[in-house]
């Protein structure tokens, strides 16, 4: 069962190179989700999709970019990265209208930009 | 808007020793409470749940209720195991259609042998 997979696990960047993060499921989940998670911040929701070709921002989405055009993919691309990047980046999936609240977490991608 | 409080960590316990990790909450209506744990290295996964004030959401020796009355959603385990040692996230999701979590911050616990 693969379940929620992310690459790459790791990536270093120079400020202002772009790069795309990958995260694709196969549990057919409408609803996707990227958050960053912080020391001292807990995770924090930077932008989520209810469904193919639906994106909305969250709480921290300066910076990223994202698109839905698959229910099965949900990139999230850093367009000029920048030190403040710097972190561990998680997708997370479940079913639609968010169901039972049960979010399914991807192993993470941790991203050091220098 | 809404949002949760955990106390903050790191705590470290002694096997076999008596868990609360506290959460409160801030919300409108009555939103559903959940308790995620994130193991070393890996991503977060739910641990319990509890969707109505005064349910009790139960798994692995973890308990947590719903107190609508002081808005809390406390952790507890009675005897905890090294293997316990994670970071637990508080989470709640308010009660309208697609309404994203929101998460706590995050305690660290460390359980000792």
New interface residues.
Partial sequence: NAG?TQTPKFQVLKTGQSMTLQCAQDMNHE?M?W?RQDP??????IH?S?GAGITDQ?EVPNGYNVSRSTTEDFPLRLLSAAPSQTSVY?C?STIR??G????F????SRLTVL | GDSVTQMEGPVTLSEEAFLTINCTYTATGYP?L?W?VQYP??????LL?A?KADDKGSNKGFEATYRKETTSFHLEKGSVQVSDSAVY?CAL?GNS?????V????TRLSVIA
């Fill in positions: 929620v609803y989700s958050y001292g911040m807990g995770l924090r929701l989520y209810v969250g998680f997370a209208g968010l039972t609240g049960e979010l977490f991807g192993e993470g | 559903s959940f995620y290295g890996e991503g977060l996964q739910l749940k969707t996230f999701r259609g697609n309404t994203p979590l998460f706590g911050k995050g």
